[in-house]
């Protein structure tokens, strides 16, 4: 391998223990002149550069430090899994409310204020807000029992149930700086997660929800529900997908009464633990991811072509 025309993929990791070493593995098994590597942070300097053509973001949900970087690294001209730019304005509410917008079913969902925020603020910060809130008009909106969750995607730092209205504000008060919503619990015995990898490949796994961890029930999914079900867990997959802009993503579905639901559109850092993964989906995510980045790496495409600071900064390529 020439190190002087070799390809760069960085990961940015937290808890993972199985999937990193075996991503590592698999780039280096292709031989296609790309290493990937642990990234290496101890500050930025504004202006030095990005060693990385490609950056796998697996952490930056849980430290913001991280996320100022990738988009500093998006601005070097890495190419970032995830766009740091969509997952820094990703929240559980807005996804709910654009999986309604597309036609799809979810279930009924109510964004709270913040109990507390870490800013200063003086009485006069909140003028905006209702106050007390009508949590009889809440309760009776989202049904009970019902779920309340962190909104922000790539973690579950809270999930309680909640059967009144008294424990719903007993749990919204724990919940402290957490923006937070309250979501209709739909009981279902058939979880589905979809794994999606590029915006175009798909990989269904059932989840055991007591067990929290994935079944390896491949007759469930090829014999038990139609080729039509699975063709649209397919399709509403990846259109949830792309209407993010994500390249890695993991859909959340419940089949109720015939019908299907979404219960989380997006999680942009799904678990890939080798230990609720069946062997031949973890190698599956494993192998998809590798062969994605390292494309990324070598053939990058635009990450997005919106973003005012792209158009600004077309006429100066990256240093």
Not at 259 to 285: G, K
């Amino acid at each position: 391998m020439s190190e002087a025309k070799v390809k760069r993929i960085g990961l940015l990791v937290g808890r993972d223990w199985s999937w990193p070493s075996a991503f590592i593995s698999e780039v280096g098994r292709r031989d296609e002149n790309v290493v990937a590597e642990f990234v290496k942070l101890g500050g930025t300097l504004m202006n030095e550069p990005c060693p990385y053509q490609a950056i796998v973001d697996r952490m930056s949900h849980e430290i913001p430090y991280y996320r100022s970087y990738l988009k500093y690294a998006a601005l070097k001209g890495a190419y970032v899994i995830n766009d740091p730019f969509i997952q820094a304005a990703d929240d559980k509410f807005f996804g709910i409310a654009l999986v309604n917008r597309l036609g799809l079913r979810s279930p009924r969902t109510v964004a709270l204020p913040n109990k507390r925020v870490e800013a200063e603020t003086a009485p006069e910060s909140y003028r905006n807000l209702v106050y007390p809130m009508n949590w009889q008009a809440i309760i009776e909106f989202v049904g009970v029992p019902a779920i309340l969750k962190d909104a922000h995607t790539g973690g579950r730092r809270i999930v309680h149930r909640v059967h009144s209205v008294d424990e719903l504000i007993q749990r919204y008060d724990e919940s402290d700086t957490l923006n937070v919503v309250l979501q209709q619990l739909m009981e279902s015995d058939v979880h589905i997660h979809a794994f999606v990898v590029g915006r175009e490949q798909v990989l269904l796994a059932r989840y055991s929800q007591p067990d929290r961890r994935y079944v390896a029930d491949d007759d469930f999914l090829q014999n038990q529900i139609t080729p039509e079900l699975r063709e649209q867990l397919t399709a509403d997959a990846l259109t949830i997908s792309r209407a993010y802009g994500y390249d890695v993503n993991m859909v959340e579905f419940i089949l109720k009464d015939n019908l299907l639901y979404v219960i989380n559109p997006t999680n942009p850092a799904p678990d890939l633990d080798i230990n609720l993964l069946s062997p031949r989906n973890f190698n599956w995510c494993v192998e998809r991811m590798a062969a994605f980045a390292i494309e990324m790496a070598k053939r990058p495409r635009p990450q997005f072509a919106g973003y005012q600071w792209q158009r600004v900064t077309a006429a100066s390529p990256p240093s």
